[in-house]
């Protein structure tokens, strides 16, 4: 073969190759200026997704599975429907079709008024004849200069699960704007744009500024910049049909084979309960049983973004309260808890701000009716998911150990504790219907001044839960750090964050000493006919409840985790032991490091198999529930895989509640198997000995309760995350929202690259020129090569 004829069919084959090499290249900065960096590959970002309902669908996503691309454009006035192309130029400019674009929001921009009108204006079919939407990005750090806190808007409704929203049934007050910055953005189905959040800020410096550049000179000269190259972003989000809702996602039925085939799952997880003082001997458990007084709080915040749910004050603040307030009381003794008229109770509450799913589960599943369980098996000790309790085998529940629980007395629920509205001042809410308000209101003490706003309007909270489940008949307070109406425009947005201002420590340290002395106080009121009870109630929680220091060693390292590091070494501390305790009962790790993530994230998430549905693990297979009679006591186990915040709470609890017994010693451990022998929980035959995560034997206070709204119930005899809806009226009459995720296919995303029409058409003649003249000089040198053998010269 001729050194010519290789040389050039060399240089072909690099010509084509040069023309793919764009695509292949990996991004190595934050802008698209480099040689051959044509793509940022995957644009770091969380989706905002799409949530089913039980009436419709609302939140984002692409129409279908086809990629959306659009130029991305940012201009001021297109909330308000002005275009980005200067009204005079030709239709002939557009002949091919609108151009295609991705808004870019800054930092602070999008609210619900501009997102409709952006999406009427532009987001129809041929938009606005010049341009079309075809998604949204909002961009991190980027506020119009001016800007202040006032001029946010919070996402959520301004009657937060109340009107207008899916949850309005479940709330008691549903109509009172309790977040009046809210705008119901999070509400809107925009199922067919898609969008994102763009958390990085150089990223979205860039992002917004090439947005920005690229509307002005569109408005400028239409002709010029449309033919050159333009950053674009192309987005695969499909999150289900526009009018999918829960009941048609949960039926759906694959086409070839006609099987079950759900493409969504319910939100929720696990809820953690946990009693102070011991705990009934569940063959007593009928008699003589205390009523409860909860302290509750909830787990999860509200957000468009899910993977961005930092929640400091929505959440984050709520728990460390609730936690430090546990700490408190667990410093005195069984004896002296079990002594009170009341029995005083912990609840966090997984789902809350999606409907009240775990209140309204514990709640349904305690009192209002009480669970009706199918079948109930008692395992022995070594096996079971709580010694001594039966485990409802369907619907599944692991523990029926609520039962032994007294009637509800009332609940004291804490709200937005960390960015209080005034420094050293806490707000009453309450319904009047128990003596939390003439309680909580004695309890100011120092600087810290408690208000009782006085209005019997309580705010969406597990305790609004309690009141709506029960009629009104019961209630409670809450316990908060907003007056009328909250006080954080930034209620509902990925701005809730630590990083972003001051987390108030000394308010979470003095709510948590007040909602203790508070609990304590009602648990100790005789409420005979002395007008002295409630005063000499009082009196003695003060002076039995320490006050709590924002110094305290255990706040500090919560607060760490709960607010900038979600993957702190204290959490995962607490959830290594509680997953050593489940490898000695079923033999292996359930644990799924399902961490809050850095910095931490509140979503509650998806209710399944591998996101903390409890199952039973048999020899016949994995069930969701299960009827079946025959299985012997050995051939089974109820097993679940909850969070690492759920697990470390779990442990937390029975840390600091389970070493009152007079029993108790600081006996060293592992796992639970080296506590079984230990002779420490002395109170009743109810109690037992587990390890914790102080690593020291503690007895068993806390439980995990399924966070299922109550219009869900695993399907019987099924793989783990098959659901169906039941419909009466003892657990589900319609109201609830029955919340659902879609599933994501695994090509969701979004990449930025640079485009142009000019350069895409040359790119593509050198290419087929390439190869042709490749294919041409292979040809001409296999002809070459046979004519010379034919005459003998090679």
């Known amino acids: 073969m001729s050194p010519w004829h290789g040389a050039n069919c060399a240089l072909s084959i690099l010509l084509s190759f040069l023309c793919f090499l764009p695509a292949l290249v990996p991004a190595l900065d934050i802008t698209l200026d480099e040689p051959f960096q044509s793509s940022l590959a995957s644009l ?173 000179s569109l408005s400028k000269n239409f002709a010029k910049t449309a033919s050159s190259p333009l950053v674009s972003a192309k987005m695969m989000y499909y999150m289900g049909p526009e009018d999918a809702t829960t009941e048609s996602c949960l039926s759906w039925k694959d086409k070839y084979d006609d099987e079950l085939s759900p493409k969504c799952l319910p939100l929720g997880g696990n809820s953690i309960w946990a009693i102070a003082g011991t705990r009934a001997d569940p063959s007593a458990a009928n008699k003589n049983k205390r009523s ?3 302290i509750a709080s909830n787990l999860d915040g509200p957000s468009m973004f899910h993977d961005t749910t930092p929640a400091a004050n929505a959440a984050a603040g709520n728990i460390l309260t609730a936690i430090m307030a546990a700490k408190a009381i667990g410093s005195f003794t069984d004896d002296i808890l079990d002594s009170f008229k009341r029995q005083i109770a912990f609840g966090f509450f997984q789902g809350e701000k999606y409907g009240y799913i775990g209140s309204r589960s514990f709640l349904s599943d305690a009192y209002f009716p009480g669970l009706d369980c199918k079948k109930e098996v008692t395992q022995d000790d070594s096996m079971a998911y709580d010694a001594g309790r039966a485990t409802c085998m369907h619907p599944l529940r692991p523990t029926l150990g609520f039962r032994e629980l007294g009637e509800m007395y009332g609940m004291l629920s804490v709200d937005q504790i960390a960015v ?75 701005k809730d964050s630590a990083s972003l201002r001051d987390i108030d420590l000394d308010s979470i340290a003095a709510a948590a000493t007040i909602a203790a002395r508070a609990a304590v106080s009602m648990a100790y009121y005789d409420a005979d006919d002395d007008d002295n ?23 500090l390292l919560m607060a760490n985790c709960l607010f900038y ?26 644990s799924q490091y399902e961490h809050l993530g850095t910095p931490p994230s509140f979503f509650a998430g998806v209710y399944s198999f591998m996101y903390g549905q409890p199952y039973i693990a048999s020899k016949g297979g994995y069930y969701g529930s299960l009827l079946e009679t025959d299985l012997k006591n050995e051939d089974w186990r109820v097993t679940a895989h909850p969070s690492v915040l759920e697990t470390s709470i779990l442990g937390l609890l029975n840390d600091m509640l389970g070493r009152g017994s007079k029993g108790h010693k600081n006996i060293t451990c592992s796992s639970t198997k080296q506590c079984q022998n230990q002779s420490i929980c002395s109170g009743s035959d109810g109690d037992y000995a587990v390890c914790a995560g102080g690593k020291i034997c503690v007895c068993s206070r806390a439980r995990f309760h399924p966070a299922l709204d109550p219009a869900f119930v695993p399907l019987e005899g099924e793989l783990p995350g098959m659901f169906e809806m039941q419909y009466n009226e003892t657990y589900d009459d319609g109201s609830s929202p029955a919340y659902t995720e879609p599933f994501w296919s695994a090509d969701v995303g979004i990449s930025i690259f640079r485009t142009s029409a000019v350069v895409e058409q040359a790119a593509l003649w050198v290419t087929i020129s390439g190869l042709f003249f490749c294919t041409l000089n292979i040809w ?8 010379l053998e034919k005459l003998s010269l090679i």
């Not at 009870?533 to 706040?555: C, M, R, Y």
């Open 420 to 494: 209080p509205e005034t420094a050293d001042t806490l707000y009453v809410h309450d319904d009047g219907t128990t003596i939390a308000a003439n309680v909580l209101k004695q309890l100011s003490f120092g600087d810290v001044q408690v208000v009782n706003e006085g209005n019997e309007d309580v705010p969406p909270s597990p305790t609004s839960s309690l009141m709506k489940m029960s009629g009104g008949t019961l209630g409670g307070a809450v316990l908060a750090g907003y007056s009328e109406a909250f006080s954080d425009p930034y209620y509902g947005t990925y």
């Open 780 to 787: 001409v040198s296999w002809w070459l090569k046979g004519q």
């Open 565 to 590: 590091d979600g993957k702190c070494k204290f959490l995962e501390q607490y959830e290594s032991v509680e997953d050593e305790n489940d490898k000695a009962r079923v033999g292996q790790s359930l």
């Open 533 to 555: 009870d409630l005063d000499n109630a009082v009196a003695f929680a003060q002076n039995n409840v320490a006050k709590i220091s924002s110094d305290d060693e255990v706040l």
């Open 44 to 216: 770091p970002h969380s989706p905002c997704t799409a949530l089913f309902t039980r009436n419709g669908r609302f939140g984002c996503g692409a129409p279908s599975r086809d990629p959306l691309e659009g130029v991305l454009l940012s201009w001021a006035g297109m909330e308000k429907g002005e275009g980005p192309i200067n009204s005079s130029t030709s239709s002939d400019a557009t002949q091919n079709g609108p151009i295609k674009f991705v808004a870019v929001f800054p930092d602070g921009t999008m609210d619900a008024n501009a997102v409709e009108i952006l999406t009427g204006t532009y987001g129809g079919e041929g938009g606005d004849g010049k341009v079309k939407l075809v998604g949204i990005l909002v961009v991190n750090a980027t506020a119009p200069q001016g800007m202040t806190i006032s001029d946010y808007t919070s996402p959520t409704a301004a009657s937060p699960q109340g009107e207008n929203t899916p949850a309005a049934d479940l709330t008691y007050d549903p109509e009172y704007e309790w977040n009046s910055a809210g705008d119901g953005l999070s509400y809107l189905n925009l199922g067919k744009t898609p969008g994102a959040f763009v958390a990085d800020a150089d990223v979205a410096s860039y992002v917004l500024s090439t947005a920005q550049e690229q509307a002005s």
């Open 292 to 294: 409860v007084v909860m």
